[in-house]
T-cell receptor
């Protein structure tokens, strides 16, 4: 079957580092996406991993292990504006989205 | 602005009425997706097009839902005989499909539907 699992909620402190994990099962896997979604807004693209390893893009990094069906999104130097839902999506014959992890950043 | 646009942004309708939403994708993109999202959930796939061809439709989608992309550019999603359970955000996304590589989807702002 096809499935995406990620934690429902996380809380972290401004300036800290947080890691959001995602496990996936999908048919014809061809990449793992992370999107950010603020309340009431559309998802916006953050990162794409197709090979194993870490991709760094500013304060955000994303990791993929295809053999384990596992990815994580790492957010450094957290800011209040990072409070949002983070959606993990596995690309394949069809892209499957997880339910999202709501991140609360507190002062 | 060359991003994905959707109209209307908000729609309130009475149960039993028909509604139609429009999506204008990024012009060079060949794929267009429709999703439905309810509170606390991720986007749920409804259907997608490659150019003007509708390649897949979710089995969760009843026959009250229909989508078209007549010239391979804009798309419309119609819901007939709306029900209160249809209340949700309807998201459109477009992408450039590069074959066997994953494609980044760019989302429009969504149409929020409320069925009374």
């Amino acid at each position: 079957g096809q499935n995406i699992d990620q934690p429902t909620e996380m809380t972290a402190t401004e300036g800290a580092i947080v890691q959001i994990n995602c496990t996936y099962q999908t048919s014809g896997f061809n990449g793992l996406f992370w999107y950010q979604q603020h309340a009431g807004e559309a998802p916006t693209f953050l990162s794409y991993n197709v090979l194993d390893g870490l991709e760094e893009k500013g304060r955000f990094s994303s990791f993929l292990s295809r053999s384990k069906g596992y990815s994580y999104l790492l957010l450094k130097e957290l800011q209040m504006k990072d409070s949002a839902s983070y959606l993990c999506a596995a690309g394949g014959f069809k892209t499957i989205f997880g339910a999202g992890t709501r991140l609360f950043v507190k002062a | 602005d060359t991003g994905v646009s959707q109209n209307p942004r908000h729609k309130i309708t009475k149960r039993g009425q028909n509604v139609t939403f429009r999506c204008d994708p990024i012009s060079e993109h060949n794929r267009l997706y429709w999703y439905r999202q309810t509170l606390g959930q991720g986007p749920e796939f409804l259907t997608y097009f490659q150019n003007e061809a509708q390649l897949e439709k979710s089995r969760l989608l009843s026959d009250r839902f229909s989508a078209e992309r007549p010239k391979g550019s804009f798309s419309t999603l119609e819901i007939q005989r709306t029900e209160q359970g249809d209340s949700a955000m309807y998201l459109c996304a477009s992408s450039w499909n590069r074959g066997d590589l994953g494609e980044t989807q760019y989302f429009g702002p969504g149409t929020r539907l409320l069925v009374l």
